[in-house]
């Protein structure tokens, strides 16, 4: 599985943009970067996923380069709500169980 | 939709005492299931796995046993519980080919 590297923390304001990078430097062929948000004491909420270039949904966008050694997570003008856990976790996705490994996440904290 | 339920949110159990966490899905056939434990502070350790009735794979050594009764119905057990096995117990789901859902959790602690 590949290790993913992210800070451990990010400081914003409300209205801001946020972008959280993670480097993934073994990542394989058929990996896939999935990110996640984690308020405490919930379960991890799915925020977005992709395999190249990039991904834009209602909540944020994922950019991958040509490389996919890196990743970024780019959130549009956060809110005090967005203050989260994010976690970049990095995995094939197959019939059987899709094994993802969890780090430390970054620790987003949004103030006004 | 999709839902999957996780009880009880909270347990206080002794040390020696046997566990036993139970995780429901609904509103899907034959999903892949997962136990994860979250230490505090920490990232989320996965536990167990399972892809079918009666198929489980364990991911790490401990304490901890999981079982699939029936489709939709992950359990996970300890026949003694010890100190190091407190923490925030997640239930997530998933299809084949797509990424996981989680469930609510359960705080366990062991005193």
């Known amino acids: 599985l590949a290790k993913t590297t992210q800070p451990i923390s990010m400081d914003s304001y409300e209205g801001q943009e946020v972008n959280i990078t993670c480097s993934h430097n073994n990542i394989a062929t058929n990996d896939y970067i999935t990110w996640y948000q984690q308020f405490p004491s919930q379960g991890p909420r799915f925020i977005i996923q992709?395999?190249?270039t990039k991904v834009t949904n209602e909540v944020a966008s994922l950019f991958i380069p040509a490389d996919r050694k890196s990743s970024t997570l780019s959130l549009p003008r956060v809110s005090l709500s967005d203050t989260a856990v994010y976690y970049c976790?990095?995995?094939?996705?197959?019939?059987?169980?899709?094994?993802?490994?969890f780090g430390t996440g970054t620790q987003l904290k949004v103030e006004l | 939709s999709q839902t999957i339920h996780q009880w009880p949110a909270t347990l206080v159990q002794p040390v020696g005492s046997p566990l036993s966490l139970e995780c429901t899905v609904e509103?899907?056939?034959?999903?892949?299931l997962y136990w994860y434990r979250q230490a505090a502070g920490r990232g989320l350790q996965l536990l167990f796995y399972?892809?079918?009735?009666?198929?489980i794979s364990s991911e790490v050594p401990q304490n901890l046993s999981a079982s699939r009764p029936q489709d939709r119905q992950f359990i996970l057990s300890s026949k003694k519980l010890l100190l190091s096995d407190s923490g925030f117990y997640l239930c997530a789901w998933s299809v084949p080919n797509r990424y996981q859902y989680f469930g609510p959790g359960t705080r366990l602690t062991v005193t």
């Open positions: 399972s892809v079918g009735i009666g198929q």
């Open positions: 992709g395999y190249k």
């Open positions: 509103g899907t056939s034959n999903p892949n």
């Open positions: 976790l990095v995995g094939i996705l197959t019939g059987g169980g899709n094994k993802l490994t």
